[in-house]
């Protein structure tokens, strides 16, 4: 768990660090990272078992007055 945070702290510098370098007056960003398991069921019965793995990554970046922002998830 402290890996993945310390993983996921160095991708959001990274990701401020180019805006930065890029031109940017001030940058914004967050990631998250979600794992986990989806059971259903129907008539006391296993119907599906779901596995998950989400990460997303969003950006805004400022220049003077303007401001621009993207993200993306897999």
Same mark, same amino acid.
């Given at each position: %768990?402290? $890996? $993945? !945070?310390?993983?996921? $702290? ?5 990701? !401020? ?12 960003? =967050? %990631? =998250? ?6 059971? /259903? =069921?129907? !008539? ?7 596995? #998950?793995?989400?990460?997303? !990554?969003?950006? #805004? ?8 922002? /993207? /993200?993306?998830?897999?």
């Amino acid at each position: %768990m402290q $890996q $993945q !945070l310390a993983e996921i $702290q160095n991708i959001v510098e990274d990701v !401020l660090k180019l805006a930065k370098d890029k031109g940017a007056t001030q940058a914004e960003a =967050s %990631m =998250s990272k979600v794992e986990g398991i989806a059971v /259903s =069921s129907r !008539l006391q019965e296993v119907e599906t078992v779901e596995f #998950t793995n989400d990460v997303g !990554l969003g950006i #805004t970046v400022y220049h003077g007055k303007k401001n621009g922002w /993207s /993200s993306i998830a897999h």
